[in-house]
């Protein structure tokens, strides 16, 4: 049993930034199987950003150069640093582990507005 604990979202001007912080407990194999995904306003959800073989990482086309997917093996937490922030990232979003049968967080809020 895997449990994921999202945190930072909030509310954010146009161009600002935030940080999403997932903590991951109980028997999660290694950080290297999480990944953000969102979900906006009456849109089905989408990933976001992942790791990928290699120690590269992914990055849906519409948000590379402003995210940051990190994670911290030590603490068992995954960041996603979100820079530039635009109107059409508002959703919530989500934490997902990649390890048989799938788990998700619960989800933490992201809202651009001016």
């Known amino acids: 049993q895997v449990t994921l604990m999202e945190s930072g979202g909030g509310l954010v001007q146009p161009g600002g930034s935030l940080r999403l912080s997932c903590a991951a407990s109980g028997s999660i194999r290694s950080t290297y199987v999480m990944d953000w995904y969102r979900q906006p306003p009456e849109k089905q959800r989408e990933l976001v950003a992942a790791?990928?073989?290699?120690?590269?990482?992914w990055y849906e086309d519409s948000v590379k150069g402003r995210f940051t997917i990190s994670r911290d093996n030590a603490k068992n937490t995954v960041y996603l640093q979100m820079n530039n922030l635009k109107l059409e990232d508002t959703a919530v979003y989500y934490c997902?582990?990649?390890?048989?049968?799938?788990?998700w967080g619960q989800g933490t809020q992201v809202t651009v507005s001016s």
């Open positions: 997902h582990a990649n390890q048989f049968p799938g788990y």
């Open positions: 790791f990928s073989s290699g120690g590269n990482t």
